[in-house]
């Protein structure tokens, strides 16, 4: 519903929108500073207040005031969703379009989870962007859990990893942090901010002030000279311009979102990001193939007992073809090093590895072989690499070390999915910016990292607090996109035990925890992190873990609370797989399997913490019976602990 009223000073147009429940109103308004103000409520409690929002564009003066609204409309889709956390699902909003001016749009969407708006540019002319005015204004002081920039010189320039803080928007530290970041408004409600079909644009920051217990939208500048760091030929931004983005033609900015729920565990299976992003460009994805990798890089390439010395060599990736082969286990990565990265060439393969032999030889073995390279220099040769690499049979890049989300940074990724795409190539991003969609729009992404994952635990000060941030992330990170947590240590030590180890690193809390994660966290590409001689070791462990798919036809949050624990139930076919996941403190869990068929039998194969895994993480215990939708299980989650159980049909 589209409202117009008025004043004898001035005339104040403001527009309407409800959800298709009616519980979230979403208001637009012409503010006082020369732009538009929105307003989001659930169920009559505001959640955003009065917040400005608008673009600064070069060579307008005009205010961005609501010139007409179009009449709101009911959408309803079913979006078909391949490696998401459920294969399809329905959604429904309305939607409105206000005319500010000057060739410039809003449109904005109310879903029955959250509100979502856009800029467009309605007139086919180059523009150029100075900056985009994005403010969330929080009323009662909420808690708010920010992941900070880990470069404070640069704080545009990182890896997109960091646990969250935790504060009081008006004790909130005025630093870059970026998205996804969650509010707490009391009474169960979460507000995340998040954003969705980044394209040709630079990614949006928030920065807290806290004097008006506000988060204010910043983005990177456009850049403008780069230099290189040696060590791998990676570009990085050295001087920019003043504006932040060219926008060419008729098109849409990014969807803005402000996801709204009143239960924790709707969170981490939240569609809205997803639901909002373009449509997949690849028509056939029968040729993209998730699974489950052995790794090299988190263990150093270290294997024991074996009669050639251990390093980036072809006999070690034989020793990791072998051991996934003989676990069905898909892919092989070649991490850093097939390539000498100081010399930023990746059609030249180092002479202690022979590439096409490798290949051969995984395919004899049903394992495929994927490629680690930095971004610029991938996109640099992205014509011959992706040729080159796809006519020799590899079957997709790991491609990191981005650390950047301006608008050609962004332009770059997109160039990058649109050549594998074409190669029927797969791509796993890392060092890269939170996911906003892309991988509707481009299926060949099957994982991104942007998260505080594994990798940190071989240098992380002790301070670093993992299981919580594993019981926190799942309900904010995730909310974006998949996530490449890189799981499965087999070095597993307690609170007071765990310390940094680089050549033989550790996890912190046990290894149901581990397995757990297998469950809990969307990753359609996921790592088994380890060596293959340690899991060689725990063959009872590789035979529970390694068959778990890595995509579900569906997904469902059991029970949790964000910071505490998480309980995920997915299903594949007629098979149930459900992981908890706790933080440091132990806890008593009753699973109830109620969520299986009535009438129907199944297999409970459960690996839960053993007795003494508060002392000993490393301690698990695997347990079968026989269960229905009428059993329950009592299950001990220790310190820092964790449990994974399948469930197969009885025949």
């Not at 006082?32 to 103000?37: F, S, Y």
């Amino acid at each position: 519903m589209a409202m117009t009223s008025a004043s004898v000073q001035a005339q104040i147009k403001t527009a309407k929108l409800y959800s298709p429940d009616h519980n979230i109103e979403a208001i637009l308004e012409d503010g006082a500073h020369g732009m538009p103000t929105i307003y989001v409520s659930l169920d009559g409690k505001a959640l955003i207040a009065n917040s400005e929002i608008g673009l600064k564009i070069k060579g307008r003066k005009m205010p961005m005031a609501i010139r007409k609204v179009t009449k709101p409309k009911l959408v309803k889709e079913t979006i078909k969703a391949p490696f998401h956390h459920t294969n399809k699902f329905d959604v429904q909003y309305n939607e409105m379009t206000a005319d500010l001016g000057d060739g410039i749009s809003i449109t904005m969407r109310a879903y029955n989870d959250g509100v979502a708006y856009r800029f467009s540019n309605t007139i086919d002319r180059p523009v150029v962007i100075n900056d985009e005015i994005a403010e969330f204004v929080f009323p009662d002081n909420p808690d708010v859990y920010l992941p900070f920039s880990t470069n404070d010189k640069k704080p545009e320039a990182m890896a997109f990893q960091n646990f969250y803080t935790k504060s009081k928007i008006g004790s909130a530290e005025p630093k870059l942090a970026f998205l996804p970041v969650a509010a707490d408004n009391g009474g169960g409600i979460k507000t995340v901010i998040l954003e969705s079909d980044l394209d040709s644009y630079p990614g949006m920051f928030l920065r807290a002030d806290s004097t008006y217990s506000i988060l204010r939208g910043e983005f990177a500048k456009y850049p403008k000279k780069y230099a290189y760091y040696p060590w791998r030929m990676q570009m990085y931004v050295t001087e920019t311009e003043d504006f932040i983005a060219k926008v060419r033609g008729k098109r849409d900015l990014p969807w803005r979102v402000i996801s709204v729920t009143s239960d924790d565990t709707k969170m981490p299976t939240s569609n809205l990001v997803y639901s909002l992003a373009k449509p997949s460009k690849v028509a056939d994805t029968s040729w993209i193939k998730p699974g489950k990798v052995a790794w090299d890089w988190w263990n150093d390439w270290g294997l024991r007992g074996v009669d050639f010395k251990a390093g980036i060599n072809t006999e070690t990736y034989k020793k990791y073809i072998d051991f996934a082969s003989a676990n069905g286990i898909e892919y092989v990565v070649l991490d850093e090093g097939w390539y000498d990265p100081k010399s930023g060439d990746m059609l030249t393969v180092i002479p202690e590895i022979d590439l096409p032999a490798l290949i051969a030889y995984g395919k004899e073995k049903n394992v495929d072989i994927v490629l680690w390279t930095v971004f610029n220099v991938l996109d640099r040769q992205l014509k011959e690499a992706t040729k080159k690499y796809a006519g020799m049979g590899v079957k997709g890049f790991k491609v990191d070390f981005l650390d950047r989300d301006d608008q050609q940074g962004v332009e770059m990724v997109k160039r990058i999915a649109q050549a594998c795409a074409d190669n029927k190539l797969v791509l796993d991003l890392h060092g890269i910016y939170k996911p906003h969609g892309l991988s509707r729009e481009y299926p060949n992404i099957i994982n991104y990292e942007a998260v505080f994952g594994m990798e940190e635990m071989k240098w992380s000060d002790p301070k670093v607090d993992m299981p919580l941030y594993d019981v926190t992330f799942p309900y904010i990170r995730m909310m974006a996109g998949p996530v490449d947590y890189t799981p499965g240590a087999m070095r597993n030590a307690s609170k007071a035990d765990w310390k940094p180890v680089y050549y033989n690193p550790m996890s912190q809390g046990t290894r149901g925890h581990q397995t757990a994660t297998y469950i809990v966290i969307d990753s359609p590409f996921t790592m088994l992190c380890d060596s293959p001689s340690l899991y060689e070791k725990n063959q009872d462990w590789v035979d529970f873990t390694a068959p778990i798919p890595t995509v579900f036809d569906s997904t469902e949050v059991l029970s949790g609370r964000m910071g505490e624990y998480i309980v995920t139930m997915r299903q594949a076919g007629d098979k149930y797989y459900v992981g908890g996941l706790t933080n440091w403190d132990p806890r008593d869990y009753e699973l109830d399997f109620s969520f299986l068929p009535a009438g129907k039998q199944y297999k409970a194969t459960i690996l839960k913490d053993g007795i003494n895994a508060d002392k000993e993480a490393d301690d698990y215990r695997i347990t079968t019976s026989t269960v229905s939708n009428t059993s329950k299980e009592k299950i001990r989650m220790a310190s820092g602990g964790g449990f994974a159980v399948k469930l197969e049909p009885v025949k």
